[in-house]
C-alpha cells in the first residue's frame, strides 16, 4: 500500500520535473518592438515618488480586456517610473473592498477597470481628496460631477462596425454571428456596431448573435459558437473575455473563422483570427497616470473611440497584424486589399462624420 | 384519483415507458444532430462527476470536494503537455491520478485525522482554485490562461461502422475517447457496486457503518477506496474539459460543474443508470438554451433562454418530490386497505379494556 503510493507520487513528479520552464513571449509586435525599445533603454524619468493602483475586475489571463488594462499599468511603471500596484480581484464581490484597500495606501490615484458605477460614487464621495480615475464605468443617465473623479470611456462601437465590414465581405456562408459574455449594454455596443457594419456591405447577409451569461466559461462558449457554425455562420466575433477563447478555439477546430476583441488576439490561432477589434485600455490606463505625472489631471468625462486612436483594428498601422495574410486562406487573403481599402474609406468617412454607427450605450441610457 | 394509481399501477409504468420511448425516437429524429451531439458533449463532465459523487456517497461521504477535483484534473491534464509534447492521453491519466491522489489525500485527512467534513471539502475546494492560478503563475509564468500550441486535445473518434448508419451514426459516433470512457465507467460502476464483493461492502458501509463494521468490514479502507475512486473520475471529468472540448487551462474553467455534478448524484438518488441520464437531461437543457439562441428568427430574451437549464431543474425537482409523495399515499392507502380492519379491531380491544380499568 505504502509503496504503491511512493510509486504513484513518484510518477506524478517524473511527468512535471520536465515542464518546468518559463514560457517564451510571444507577445512581441513585430512592427513595434525595435523601434520602442532603443527609445526606452535611454531614460527612464524618477517619479517614484508618485504612485497609483489599479483595481483590475477580474483576475488576468483573458488575454483581451484585463490583460490589456495590465499591460497599460505596466508599462506606465516602466516608461514613466512611477510606482504601481496591481491588484487583481475575483468579481464584483470584491470590487468595493479592493477600492477601498487601495485608498488606505494613499496613492496619487486610485485606477478602476470596469468598476460599478455605485461603488465608485459612493468611495470617490466619501474621499474626496483622493483622486480617482474610472475606466469604463457607464452611469446612467449621467455622471455625477465630482472634483475627484476622472472617468474615461472608450467607445468600441465604430472599430466593430468596422471588423463588421472585415467579416461582412470576408463570409462565404452569407451568415455571420457574434458571441456575447451577457446581454449589457456595453456588451451590445460591440455587437449591434458589427452587426450594422456586416449589413452595410453585404445586404443580404443574416446576423445571429448569442449570450454565454459569463465572462470566464469557454466551454459553455465553445459549444455556443458550435451551435451557431451549424447554423451556417462561418464567421464569429467574441466579445466574451476569458469565454471567448471558446469561441476562437471552436472556429479553429470546424475550420472557421473567427474576429478578436480588446487585444490582439490574432496570433493565437495563426490563419483562423481574420483580424481583432482593438480596445486600447492599456493606453486609457497610461494617460491616466501620465495625468497624474505631468499633472493635467481633470475631472469629468472622457469619452474617446476610433477618432482618437482608442479604438480600432489590428491591422491599423501602428500594430500592423499581418497574421491572417501569412496563415489564412488563399481565396480569402486575396480579398485582403479590397477589404482594407474599403474599410479604410469607412474610416474616414466615420471620422470626418457622415456615417453614423448605432451607439448601443446611447439606447440603453 | 389515488385509487386509480393504485389499481392500475402495472398500466401507468407500463405507459409511463411507452411514453419514454417515444420521446426519445423523436429525441433522436426530430432534432438536428448538432443539437443531440451538444448534448453529450456537455453531460460527460456530469457523468463522471456524479459517477464520482455516488460512489462516495455510497460509502457514507458526501463529498463535496468534486469541483476541486475536477479543476486539478483539468490542471494537471495541461501543466503535464505543456512545452512536453507528450499524446494527450498522458495528460489525461495524470489529470485521473492528480484526481486520485486528491481524493486519497483528501480520505486520509477526513478518516483518519478527522477533520470535519465539509470544512475540508471547502478548503480543498479554495485549495485547488487559488493553487492553479499560483502555479500557473509560479511555473508557468502566465496568467490565467495555460495555452501552447504544444498542448493538442484529444482527437474526435469516428467508429467504422456505426458512424453511417441514420440515426445512430451520429448519436454514437464522432466523439472523443473520455465521452465513450464516461459511458463504460457507467456500466463499470453499476456492475462495481451491485455485482461485486467490494460494492456490496461500500453499500453495506454507506447504509450502517456500526452495522458494517460488526460484520468484519474494514470501514475506513472502504471509504479511502471509494473516495480515491471518485477524485479519479472528477479528475478523468477536469481532463475532458481542458483536453476534451478545449487544449487549454483557464482559472477556474470548471465553472461549478463539479457542483452540478454533485446534484446530479442526489438527484439521481445514487443510481448509476439514473445518473447517466439525469446528466443527459441537463446537458440537453443546456445545449438546447444555446441552441435556441443561435435561431435568429426566435425572438427570445437571452437572460431568459440562459435560464433554461435552471427552470428545468426546478421542474424535474418538484416532479420527483411529487412522484415520491404520490408513492407514499398509495403505500398509506394500501396498508390501510390490508391491515385497517385489524388495527380497528385491536382499538376495539384496547378501549374495552381502558374502560375497565377506570
Redesign the interface.
Known amino acids: 500500500m505504502k509503496l504503491r503510493l511512493l510509486v504513484i507520487v513518484c510518477l506524478l513528479f517524473g511527468m512535471f520535473g520536465p515542464v518546468v520552464h518559463a514560457q517564451d513571449d510571444m507577445m512581441e509586435d513585430p512592427c513595434l518592438a525595435p523601434m520602442e525599445e532603443s527609445g526606452e533603454m535611454m531614460e527612464v524619468p524618477d517619479n517614484s515618488h508618485i504612485s497609483f493602483e489599479i483595481i483590475l475586475p477580474n483576475p488576468r489571463g483573458d488575454r483581451s480586456f484585463i490583460d490589456s488594462a495590465a499591460a497599460g499599468a505596466e508599462r506606465a511603471i516602466a516608461e514613466l517610473g512611477v510606482e504601481g500596484v496591481i491588484i487583481e480581484t475575483q468579481g464584483v464581490q470584491e470590487h468595493d473592498a479592493a477600492v477601498r484597500r487601495a485608498i488606505q495606501d494613499e496613492p496619487n490615484i486610485v485606477i478602476t477597470i470596469a468598476v460599478d458605477a455605485v461603488i465608485i460614487e459612493e468611495v470617490a464621495v466619501e474621499f474626496p481628496d483622493q483622486k480617482f480615475g474610472a475606466q469604463e464605468t457607464f452611469f446612467f443617465p449621467a455622471p455625477p460631477d465630482l472634483e475627484n473623479l476622472a472617468l474615461f470611456n472608450i467607445l468600441t462601437h465604430e472599430n466593430s462596425y468596422l471588423a463588421g465590414m472585415a467579416a461582412g465581405m470576408l463570409t462565404r456562408t452569407g451568415t455571420v454571428g457574434a458571441v456575447g459574455g451577457i446581454d449589457a449594454p456595453g456588451i451590445n455596443l460591440f455587437i449591434v456596431g458589427f452587426e450594422e457594419g456586416v449589413k452595410s456591405v453585404c445586404e443580404d447577409c443574416q446576423t445571429v448573435r448569442s449570450y454565454v451569461g459569463d465572462f470566464s466559461d469557454p466551454v459553455t462558449a465553445k459549444e455556443q459558437a458550435l451551435a451557431l457554425f451549424e447554423q451556417g455562420a462561418d464567421i464569429l466575433y467574441q466579445v466574451a473575455g476569458r469565454s471567448g477563447e471558446g469561441v476562437l478555439q471552436a472556429a479553429s477546430e470546424t475550420g472557421n473563422f473567427a474576429i478578436g476583441v480588446d487585444s490582439n488576439q490574432d496570433h493565437l490561432f495563426p490563419g483562423t483570427i481574420l483580424v481583432s477589434a482593438m480596445k486600447r485600455v492599456d493606453n486609457a490606463v497610461f494617460s491616466f497616470v501620465e495625468s497624474v505625472v505631468n499633472d493635467t489631471y481633470e475631472s469629468g468625462t472622457t469619452t474617446v473611440g476610433l477618432a482618437e486612436g482608442f479604438a480600432g483594428l489590428s491591422w491599423d498601422e501602428g500594430i500592423c497584424s499581418r497574421t491572417f495574410d501569412e496563415y489564412g486562406p488563399e481565396d480569402l487573403v486575396a480579398q485582403l486589399p479590397e477589404v482594407r481599402a474599403a474599410i479604410a474609406e469607412a474610416r474616414e468617412a466615420i471620422l470626418a462624420g457622415e456615417l453614423e454607427v448605432t451607439n448601443a450605450l446611447e439606447m440603453a441610457g | 384519483m389515488l385509487d386509480l394509481l393504485n389499481t392500475r399501477q402495472r398500466e401507468i409504468r407500463v405507459v409511463m415507458r411507452v411514453c419514454a420511448v417515444l420521446v426519445a425516437i423523436i429525441f433522436l429524429f426530430g432534432l ?1 444532430d ?2 443531440v451531439q ?1 448534448s453529450i ?2 453531460a460527460t463532465p456530469f457523468v463522471l462527476g456524479s459517477l464520482g459523487a455516488l460512489l462516495a456517497s455510497r460509502a457514507g461521504v458526501l463529498n463535496l470536494a468534486i469541483e476541486g477535483k475536477m479543476l486539478l484534473g483539468a490542471f494537471v491534464g495541461v ?2 503537455l ?3 509534447g507528450h499524446d494527450p492521453l ?1 495528460g489525461v491519466i ?1 489529470a485521473t ?2 484526481g ?2 486528491l481524493g ?1 489525500v483528501f480520505a486520509i485527512l477526513y478518516l483518519r485525522i478527522r477533520i470535519n467534513l465539509i470544512i475540508l471539502a471547502l478548503a480543498v475546494n479554495l485549495l485547488v482554485a487559488n493553487g492553479t ?1 499560483f502555479f ?1 503563475r509560479a ?7 495555460l ?2 500550441p504544444s498542448i493538442r486535445s484529444l482527437p474526435t473518434l469516428q467508429i467504422p461502422l456505426i458512424e453511417d448508419l441514420p440515426v445512430l451514426g451520429p448519436l454514437l459516433s464522432g466523439y472523443n475517447a473520455i465521452v465513450y470512457v464516461g459511458w463504460v465507467m457507467v456500466v463499470v460502476v453499476w456492475v462495481m457496486l451491485f455485482r461485486t464483493r467490494f460494492g456490496r461492502h461500500i453499500r453495506a458501509v454507506g447504509e450502517n457503518q456500526e452495522a458494517a463494521e460488526s460484520v468484519g468490514i474494514n470501514v475506513t479502507r472502504v471509504q479511502i477506496f471509494a473516495l480515491t475512486l471518485s477524485g479519479m473520475l472528477a479528475g478523468l471529468a477536469g481532463a475532458f ?1 481542458s483536453l476534451g ?4 487551462f ?4 470548471t ?1 461549478a ?1 463539479g457542483w452540478i455534478a454533485l446534484t446530479v448524484s442526489l438527484f439521481a438518488l445514487q443510481r448509476p443508470v439514473a445518473a447517466f441520464f439525469t446528466s443527459l437531461f441537463f446537458g440537453f437543457a ?2 438546447l438554451s ?2 435556441i ?4 428568427h426566435l425572438n427570445i ?3 431568459l433562454v ?1 435560464a433554461l437549464p435552471q427552470l428545468a431543474t426546478i421542474a424535474a425537482l418538484v416532479m420527483v418530490a411529487l412522484r415520491i409523495r404520490a408513492s407514499e399515499l398509495i403505500k398509506r392507502r394500501d396498508f390501510a386497505a390490508r391491515f385497517g380492519q385489524e388495527i380497528s379491531d385491536l382499538k376495539d380491544m384496547v378501549r374495552p379494556g381502558k374502560a375497565e380499568a377506570t
Open positions: 438536428p448538432s443539437l451538444s458533449r456537455l501543466a503535464v505543456f512545452q512536453s498522458v495524470a491520478v492528480s486520485g491522489i486519497l492560478v500557473m511555473t508557468f509564468g502566465v496568467y490565467g490562461t495555452a501552447d474539459l472540448v478545449l487544449s487549454q483557464l482559472e477556474n474553467m465553472a460543474r443546456e445545449a444555446f441552441f439562441q443561435a435561431q435568429p430574451p437571452a437572460d440562459l
